[in-house]
Nanobody, 115 residues
């Protein structure tokens, strides 16, 4: 089994930056695709970004050119650098991966963008 723990959320003003971290344990993630999703109040969970074993990355249109996903396989970590944050980025952010065909999710970290 894989355990995922997110951190780095908080309150930030519009235009600010945050860096989210996802610590994975229980299995090495170097061959896994890793993703970030988010869920705003009253909204369904949505895809934000993903990074694959070949380091290819994908982003939702709403965050492209503002967010950057990266990974450190030696540390079993995945990161999401979020710049130029907007109030509509407010949500709980979740780390995700699949291992042996099973999905794994962290408990999430809250990001609030407000002045």
């Amino acid at each position: 089994q894989v355990q995922l723990v997110e951190s780095g959320g908080g309150l930030v003003q519009p235009g600010g930056s945050l860096r989210l971290s996802c610590a994975a344990s229980g299995a090495p993630i170097r061959f896994n695709a890793m993703g970030w999703y988010r869920q705003a109040p009253g909204e369904p969970r949505e895809f934000v970004a993903s990074i694959h074993s070949g380091e290819s990355t994908y982003y939702a249109d709403s965050v492209k050119d503002r967010f950057t996903i990266s990974r450190d396989n030696a540390k079993n970590m995945v990161y999401l650098q979020m710049n130029s944050l907007k109030p509509e980025d407010t949500a709980v952010y979740y780390c995700n991966t699949y291992n042996n065909g099973m999905p794994y999710w962290g408990k999430g970290t809250l990001v609030t963008v407000s002045s």
